[in-house]
């Protein structure tokens, strides 16, 4: 057996501590982040959370890796939200309409007739109130990191062509489990059956309801347009998608590979644009092609007036109040 000297046993220790300290700088504390997405993977959401990903194994030399849970497979995006929020959970990709129940700014977004354009919209959220939004989620206990894409949603339904607030009455469409919709949909005379995404085809399958509300992307990629095949461009919302991260991953991280999760998510959100716009326009001559009704020549006038109690409920609060007023200024 070796005998060591005092010395040499010191300078083991030394050593054998500054090699624990280098482990533990780098891959102990590699980590898989679990990101979360309701669509199916080839939508454009879920490619910019994989675009994402392999920016941020990249650039953090493959200590970390983001692994994406789509189509629902960590179920549905009202729970998601809550296991986000509790750190189950590390990303979630959400409408604004669903996080708008716990992050009050975001329920301005998915206001009806905001956003007098798409234009409009991206500069909104491009700009310094996006910023400024996305740099609020803090005591909601999560992370803002990017918006993504997601058009203006319209009302279809398999009853008949609705052409004016008249042709509404009546019908039960399925909305997104959010008070803030099922109140518009009421506004608009209709009956707002809230159900998560993923029961919207069996509900329109089986009658249960007569319609819903969406994007062109969303109506077509879930087969809702086989079976509700009239579609009025209200263009009521243009809710788009944020990005969130739990608290307590976002504190997991170093300030630097915070600097990187945060400017990948803004890349893959730029990435994401053009294979919307693309997509966008497949899906409506898609559904077009199989025969579904658009009615475009609709007056929003008589949509938009419906709309003024729901303002004046949301406009109670001086803050929602103050950042409406600053959205509609920006020109
Ligand atoms: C889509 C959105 C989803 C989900 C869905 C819905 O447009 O991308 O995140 O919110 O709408 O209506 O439930």
Known sequence: MPVYRRADLLRIITLVVALLAAVAATSAFAREF?????????YPTVQALLYMG???????????QIKVFHS??????????????????????????LIGNMVP????????FLFRSIEHLQKVLDGPIGSEILASFEPYGFVGLAFYDSGARSIYNSVRPVRSI???????????????????????????????????????????IDGAENNWPSFVTTDHYKYAGYYTLTEHTMSPEV???S??????????DQQ?????????????REKWRDLEEGSRKQAEAAGVKIVTDIDRKPFEAAMAGLYAKAQRDPAVAQLIERIRKVE
Do not use: C
């Open 247 to 256: 608290k307590k991953a976002w504190g997991s991280l170093s300030a630097e």
């Open 260 to 272: 990187i999760f945060r400017e990948s998510a803004l890349r893959s959100s730029r990435f994401m």
């Open 54 to 64: 392999s920016m941020v194994a990249e650039r953090s030399g493959g200590r970390h």
């Open 34 to 42: 679990r990101a979360a997405d309701t669509q199916n993977e080839d």
């Open 105 to 112: 700014a975001m329920n301005v977004l998915a206001m009806p």
């Open 243 to 245: 990005l969130v991260m």
């Open 166 to 208: 008249a042709d509404l009455k009546g019908l039960r469409l399925r909305v997104q489990q959010s008070e803030q919709m099922s109140d518009m949909i009421k506004s608009l005379g209709a009956e707002p059956v809230e159900l998560p995404y993923g029961q919207v085809l069996t509900g329109l399958a089986t009658r249960l």
């Open 72 to 97: 629902r497979q960590l179920g549905e995006e009202k729970e998601t939200l809550e296991q986000t929020r509790v750190g189950a959970i590390d990303l979630n990709r959400t409408n604004v309409a």
